[in-house]
């Protein structure tokens, strides 16, 4: 496993709201408009991803065999520590035509 997904956020104190505000040294993906914004983001190796849903509807941002967010409910974040370095591309489940892509470096 190249990652460990991390408790949700929304489960530590209702603070999911707001990406910007997470862990110290996270990064974003803002998930809206049936797309992940940016679409390549760039973090360290050890960083976090914030995954944060800011449209109606559920979604996920899976990379198989790499990392699994499950399913990320409206208005929900999810921390992503990514640990290995390389590009993982990633999809929504819910949603295949959403794609987007991680590079650890
Ligand atoms: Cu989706």
Avoid: W
Avoid at 3 to 24: E, F, I, W
Avoid at 49 to 77: D, E, L, M, Q, Y
Wanted: proline share 5%; aromatic share 8%; hydrophobic share 40%.
């Amino acid at each position: 496993m190249a990652v460990a997904v991390l408790v949700p956020a929304a489960l530590q104190g209702g603070r999911a709201s707001g990406a910007t505000a997470t862990a110290s040294g996270a990064k974003s993906v803002d998930i809206d408009h049936f797309a992940f914004h940016p679409p390549t983001l760039h973090v360290k190796r050890g960083g976090k991803v914030a995954f944060t849903n800011s449209s109606n509807v559920t979604h996920t941002a899976t990379s198989g065999g790499h990392f699994n967010t499950n399913r990320i409910k409206p208005g929900k974040t999810v921390l992503v520590r990514f640990s290995q370095k390389g590009t993982f591309s990633y999809h929504c489940e819910i949603h295949p035509f959403m794609k987007g892509k991680i590079v650890v470096e």
